[in-house]
C-alpha cells in the first residue's frame, strides 16, 4: 500500500482506499464525481499513458517509483524521452547553475513547468527549489558525459545496486532509453543504477547518501553478512581486475592476464547477477585485447557478443550496436589493430562445429 492523490481535488490517501482510472491504472480519484468531472482535463493523457507499459505510483520509503504495468520481458524499451532542458556536470559555481536552470525553466511550457516543479527535490531549502529539482533529477547524457538531462519521465526511476533496467542516452536520436536488462514481472518495481562502477557495500552506501541523499534497502544491500562479504569480495575482485585491464599498457604487456581478467570479470557479474552495461563492457575490453594483438578471429566473436548485448540494453537504433557490428564484420577496422601482432590470427579461424564448452576454452585461450 502506498500513499495516492485525487487527480482533481488532491485529496491524499491509501492507494487502496482511492478509485482508479480503469483504462490507464494511474490516476487516482477520492469519488467518482471527481472522476467524471476530470475526464475532459484527464482524457488525452488517459490514451498516452494506457499505452504505457508502467505507472507511476509512491514506493514506501522512496517517494515516487516506476512500476510494470505487465510483464516486461529482458530487451523491452521501457521508455525513449528527450530532456526538457540540459545542464552541465560538475559545475562548482552553484549561482552560474542555478542562473542557467532559471533560464531553462522559464523556457519550458506551462504544462512543462508545472510538471518539472512536481519532481523530487532533495536539497531542501539550500537552493532555489528549481536547481534542487534539477540536481536530484538530471541523468548523465552518457558514461562520463559532461552534460546531463532532465527528463520529465524517467526522473521517476529510483536506484536499485543489481537493477533491472538500463538507462542509455543515444547519441543520435538525442534521446534517452531506458530498457529492461532482466526479465521484469508485473507489479514489481523498475530501478537503474546511479552507480556506475562495481563498488563494494560500504563504497555504494556511502555514495548513494552523499550524492542522493538515501540510504539503500536493495535486494543487494539487504543480503545478511555472510552473503554481503561474498558479494563484496566479487565486487572488489571485478575492480582490481578492471584497473589492471584498463591501465592502457597491460593489454599489450600481458594480453593473456588480461584476456583471462575479462573472462573472470564476465563470470563475477554472472554470479552478482549484474545483467547491465558492464557485461557488454567487459566484452568489448576483450574485443581491444583481441585485435590489439592481431587476433581477428577472437575479435570478431566479442565484437558479435558486445553488440548482442548493447541491442538487448539499447535497442537496435543504438549507434554503440551499430559501431560494433561494423568491428563484427570487419575487425582490421578498429584503431587497435596492428598494435601488436603477436596474436596474428584471420577473421575465418573461428572455429566450427566445437562443442560450447571448447568454443569457450578456444575463446578465452584456455587449455582444451
Ligand atoms: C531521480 S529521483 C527518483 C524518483 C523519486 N523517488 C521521486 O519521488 O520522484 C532520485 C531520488 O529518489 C529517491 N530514491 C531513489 N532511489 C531510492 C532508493 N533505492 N531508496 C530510497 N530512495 C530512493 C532519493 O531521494 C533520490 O534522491
Not at 64 to 75: D, E, F, L, S, V
Not at 190 to 217: P, V, W
Request: hydrophobic share 35%; net charge positive.
Amino acid at each position: 500500500m502506498a500513499e495516492a492523490m485525487c487527480a482533481l481535488c488532491s485529496q491524499s490517501g491509501l492507494d487502496s482506499d482511492l478509485k482508479r482510472c480503469a483504462r490507464c491504472l494511474t490516476t487516482y480519484y477520492c469519488s467518482r464525481e471527481c472522476q467524471r468531472q476530470h475526464w475532459k482535463a484527464h482524457k488525452a493523457e488517459c490514451i498516452t499513458n494506457a499505452q504505457r507499459i508502467y505507472e507511476v505510483r509512491s514506493i514506501p520509503g522512496k517517494g515516487q517509483g516506476m512500476i510494470a504495468k505487465c510483464k516486461i520481458p529482458r530487451g523491452t524499451r521501457i521508455i525513449s524521452e528527450k530532456p526538457i532542458f540540459i545542464v552541465p556536470r560538475g559545475v562548482n559555481d552553484m549561482d552560474a547553475l542555478e542562473n542557467a536552470i532559471l533560464k531553462d525553466v522559464a523556457r519550458l511550457s506551462a504544462e512543462q513547468r508545472k510538471a518539472f516543479f512536481a519532481l523530487h527535490n532533495i536539497h531542501g531549502e539550500k537552493h532555489d527549489p528549481a536547481l534542487g529539482i534539477a540536481r536530484t533529477n538530471a541523468l548523465p547524457l552518457g558514461a562520463g558525459a559532461l552534460e546531463s538531462g532532465v527528463f520529465l519521465q524517467a526522473s521517476r526511476i529510483n536506484h536499485a545496486c543489481s537493477s533491472n533496467a538500463q538507462n542509455t542516452w543515444n547519441t543520435n536520436t538525442k534521446q534517452l532509453t531506458i530498457h529492461a536488462c532482466k526479465d521484469i514481472n508485473a507489479g514489481e518495481e523498475i530501478c537503474i543504477s546511479y552507480l556506475d562502477s562495481s563498488e563494494n557495500y560500504a563504497s555504494r552506501q556511502r555514495d548513494l547518501k552523499a550524492g542522493f541523499g538515501f540510504d539503500c534497502t536493495c535486494k543487494l544491500c539487504v543480503l545478511p553478512p555472510p552473503q554481503r562479504q561474498q558479494s563484496d569480495a566479487r565486487l572488489d575482485e571485478i575492480t582490481k581486475l578492471d584497473d589492471i585491464v584498463g591501465d592502457g599498457m597491460s593489454i599489450i604487456a600481458r594480453p593473456m592476464t588480461c584476456l583471462h581478467h575479462v573472462h573472470t570479470i564476465i563470470q563475477l557479474l554472472k554470479e552478482e547477477h549484474f545483467t547491465d552495461a558492464r557485461v557488454a563492457r567487459a566484452y568489448y575490453d576483450a574485443l581491444q585485447i583481441a585485435i590489439a594483438n592481431g587476433d581477428q578471429a577472437r575479435a570478431k566473436v566479442f565484437a558479435d557478443r558486445a553488440c548482442a548485448e548493447r541491442v538487448v540494453l539499447e535497442g537496435e537504433d543504438s549507434p554503440e550496436a551499430k559501431r560494433l557490428k561494423g568491428f563484427g564484420e570487419n575487425p582490421s577496422t578498429h584503431m587497435l589493430y596492428g598494435t601488436k601482432m603477436g596474436w596474428k590470427q584471420d577473421v575465418k579461424k573461428v572455429p566450427r562445429n566445437m562443442s560450447a564448452t571448447d568454443f569457450e576454452s578456444w575463446l578465452w585461450r584456455k587449455k582444451l
